[in-house]
């Protein structure tokens, strides 16, 4: 759902049909050997993503790779109380996928 030109991620249930279909988001998945790397990782992106500002929460969610495998993995969540305002404000994305919602070239 993208709100003021970025995507707002919506944690729900984890649907029953496995992704790509309605409930999933796509997105980049990066893994780290070393925890202090992937500490690193986090407080950078931890700024990036207001955070401090409470834009977003970093929180853990289940990700489904392409070939299937599951992981569990850090992601940015909009923040439960500010929903109202994304639901007046926002489209959402029933594919999940930012990139094709800006159009071929983008990402």
Known sequence: M????????VPVPEP????P?????TGEFVGYDDDA????????????E??????????????VL??????VAWVYVFPEDRLL?????????VDGDWGRYLGDGFL
Do not use: I, K, M, N
């Not at 993208?2 to 991620?9: F, K, N, S």
């Not at 029953?16 to 992704?19: G, S």
């Not at 279909?21 to 988001?25: A, E, L, Q, R, T």
């Open 2 to 9: 993208p709100l003021e030109g970025y995507p707002a991620l």
């Open 37 to 48: 790397d992937l500490e690193a990782a986090l407080a950078d992106l931890d700024q990036v």
């Open 21 to 25: 279909s309605p409930g999933w988001v």
């Open 50 to 63: 207001g955070v401090e500002e409470e834009l977003f929460l970093r929180t853990t969610l289940p990700v």
């Open 85 to 93: 305002t994304l639901e007046r404000h926002a489209t959402e994305l």
């Open 16 to 19: 029953d049909t496995p992704p």
């Open 66 to 71: 392409d070939g299937g495998q599951r992981f």
